[in-house]
């Protein structure tokens, strides 16, 4: 079956740290692609490189040697700028913290980064008020993110995430601060939407309870990525 443009690629990503004189070898060749609405889990013990890895996917962190592609785009050799468009035009992010800012309610923190993308007022606050409708917020439209739960301020995270309807999520961690009820109701939540709005999504987990939730599970180990089976 034809999927059309695959929505990433990264082809032998290879990253290493320089600490002093020393290099501090992290990601040895890491290849991973995910078709449209794919949904894939990153597992791999503490400092195995996860974060690392969706950062240069992201285009927020520079690679040694490698390729990385959004939507048939080329992120490596793309200028800030055009990473920046790219970013923006096709992926969403969901962070283990949920960076909402503290001044503003939940129907602002999901209207703002519309609004800065150049949607107009109605249209950004139509849209945030159905996707927080969506992730079972409509009582909480008006919350400040300090008078919220944590699944809560969460699940606005993911409203905002998709807003502006990414190709790909990315997470890192995202129910590392959730207890299991909580946990299991975000992932529910991202999946449905992911179904909705043909949204991949690809999250950092230690959770081996929610992987479940993905299509495909990938460890990451010894600098390379391997499938579970
Ligand atoms: N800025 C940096 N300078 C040097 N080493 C780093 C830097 N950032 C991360 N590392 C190292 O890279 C490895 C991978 O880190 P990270 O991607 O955060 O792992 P994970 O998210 O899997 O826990 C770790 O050994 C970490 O110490
Ligand atoms: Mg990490």
Do not use: W
Not at 120 to 125: F, H, L, R, S, T
Not at 165 to 176: F, I, Q, S, W, Y
């Amino acid at each position: 079956m034809s999927k059309g443009t695959p929505t990433l690629v990264a082809q032998d990503v290879v990253k290493k740290y320089v600490q002093g004189d020393a290099d501090v070898p992290v990601l040895l060749g890491v290849d991973l692609k995910i078709e449209p609405g794919e949904r894939v889990a990153i597992v791999g013990r503490s400092g195995s490189g996860k974060s690392c890895l969706l950062h240069i996917l992201a285009g927020l962190e520079s690679l040694d040697t490698g390729m990385v592609t959004v939507h048939g785009h080329d992120m490596v050799n793309a200028d800030s700028d055009q990473r920046a468009r790219l970013r923006r035009q096709y992926l969403g992010f969901v962070y283990q913290q949920h960076h909402l800012l503290p001044e503003f309610s939940a129907l602002e923190n999901v209207a703002i980064p519309q609004r800065l993308n150049g949607d107009g007022a109605e249209d950004a606050e139509t849209n945030s008020r159905q996707l927080l409708e969506r992730v079972e917020l409509s009582h909480r439209l008006d919350h400040l993110p300090q008078a919220m739960s944590g699944g809560e301020r969460q699940r606005v995270a993911v409203a905002r995430a998709l807003a502006h309807r990414p190709r790909l999520v990315l997470a890192d961690e995202p129910t590392g601060n959730l207890d299991e009820m909580s946990s299991h109701h975000l992932m529910r939540m991202l999946v449905d939407l992911s179904e909705e709005q043909g949204t991949g999504f690809l999250i950092v987990t230690h959770d081996l309870a929610l992987l479940s939730y993905f299509d495909r599970v990938l460890t990451l180990q010894n600098g390379r990525l391997s499938s579970d089976s």
